[in-house]
Each structure stands twice: as structure tokens, then as C-alpha cells.
């Protein structure tokens, strides 16, 4: 009797600490499937700040259209290169750092071209006193703020997820669940800032 009941004890612990490692093993993934979200999520905000900047572009381009005869060129380079950051997607989950800079040099170039726009209409007097236009540059002006706080949270939840499944015990299980690091958002120098018209006034 004795001994059926130390088998009984051995086989029931033996199915508790079972019990116990899957949960422990449960909370390391559950762990990394939050910190991975909360990461996707920040991405998804860095992305919808760049489409409301595209979507006031968009604004400020139809109201020069309306309000002067404008600089060709600059005008087509400001909507080119709109389309051209409007079209670099990224799956942050299994991007490259070539793919992160892809879409940073994209929206580089679109900033660059919106300073040589933000030089040029002020040779445009009638345009510079429309209050629309005014209110929106304003408004691109802080989205252009957006942008950047959306990017240093992006990169704070890459950097959270990043050593989360770099730390122990979590690399055990990272590999074997499929959870890879995560590349951060890393613009080129000075390329997200600001337009500075100071320093473009050469180009006219």
C-alpha cells in the first residue's frame, strides 16, 4: 500500500512540475508575443503619421494648385517623391536594416523636396497671406513633430523586444517559436528634421 501510494506521489509530482514548466514556458512566450505586438503597433503608428504628413501634402500641393501659378518642377518633385514614400511598405517583423533605410531614404527625399518647395513660394506673396495655406504648413510642421516622437517609440519597443528575446531564458525559446530581432529606424543624418530655409536659399 505504502509503496502504490509513493508511486502515486511520484507520478503526481511528476505531472505538477509538467504543469509548472509548461506554464513557465507558456509565460515566456505569451512575453514575447506581447512585447513583439507592442512593437508592430508602434510601427503601424510610425506609419499612419507618415500618411497623415503625405495627406497634408497632398492639401498643401492642391492649394498652391488653386492659389498661383507655381515652380513646376519643384511642385512635381514634392508630388514624386510623395508617391514614392507613400509606396515603401514594411512588414517590421521581418525587415532588413537595408529595407528600414529604403523607406528612411524615401522619406528623406520626400523632406528634401518639401524645403526646396517651402523656399520657393516665398516669392509668392498672395500665397504666403492665404490663411489655408498658412494653417497649413502649421499643421505639416507638427506633423513633422509626430513623425519623429512615432519613431523614437518605434525604436523604444524594438529595443524592449530586442532583449527580451536576446535575455535568458527567452533566447532558449526564441529561435524555436520564430521570434527574430527586430531592425530599428534609423534615418539618415538630419534627413527627418525640419526643413531649414535658411540653408536652402541657394537653390532658387
Given at each position: 500500500m505504502n509503496k502504490k501510494f509513493i508511486g502515486l506521489g511520484c507520478l503526481g509530482a511528476f505531472v505538477v512540475g509538467i504543469i509548472v514548466i509548461g506554464m513557465w514556458i507558456a509565460g515566456q512566450y505569451n512575453g514575447m508575443v506581447k512585447t513583439q505586438e507592442e512593437a508592430t503597433t508602434a510601427w503601424a503608428n510610425v506609419q499612419s503619421t507618415y500618411q497623415r504628413r503625405a495627406d497634408l501634402?497632398?492639401?498643401?500641393?492642391?492649394?498652391?494648385?488653386?492659389?498661383?501659378?507655381?515652380?513646376?518642377?519643384?511642385?512635381?518633385?514634392?508630388i514624386n517623391a510623395r508617391a514614392r514614400a507613400s509606396q515603401v511598405t514594411?512588414?517590421?517583423?521581418?525587415?532588413?536594416?537595408?529595407?528600414?533605410?529604403?523607406f528612411a531614404k524615401a522619406q528623406g527625399e520626400l523632406n528634401?523636396?518639401?524645403?526646396?518647395?517651402m523656399v520657393?513660394?516665398?516669392?509668392?506673396?498672395?500665397?504666403?497671406?492665404?490663411p489655408t495655406f498658412q494653417n497649413l504648413e502649421v499643421q505639416l510642421e507638427g506633423s513633422n513633430n509626430r513623425c519623429n516622437e512615432a519613431r523614437m517609440k518605434y525604436n523604444t519597443a524594438v529595443q524592449t523586444y530586442?532583449?527580451?528575446?536576446?535575455?535568458?531564458?527567452?533566447t532558449i525559446?526564441?529561435?524555436?517559436?520564430?521570434?527574430?530581432?527586430?531592425?530599428?529606424?534609423?534615418?539618415?543624418?538630419g534627413a527627418m528634421k525640419n526643413p531649414d530655409t535658411k540653408d536652402l536659399r541657394d537653390i532658387r
Open positions: 501634402i497632398g492639401n498643401l500641393v492642391d492649394e498652391v494648385i488653386s492659389a498661383v501659378n507655381y515652380n513646376k518642377t519643384t511642385l512635381e518633385n514634392v514594411i512588414d517590421p517583423t521581418n525587415a532588413t536594416p537595408e529595407q528600414m533605410a529604403e528634401s523636396a518639401l524645403g526646396r518647395f520657393i513660394k516665398e516669392e509668392y506673396p498672395d500665397l504666403n497671406a492665404n530586442n532583449t527580451k528575446i536576446r535575455s535568458f531564458p527567452a525559446f526564441a529561435g524555436m517559436f520564430g521570434f527574430d530581432k527586430m531592425s530599428k529606424f534609423e534615418a539618415e543624418a
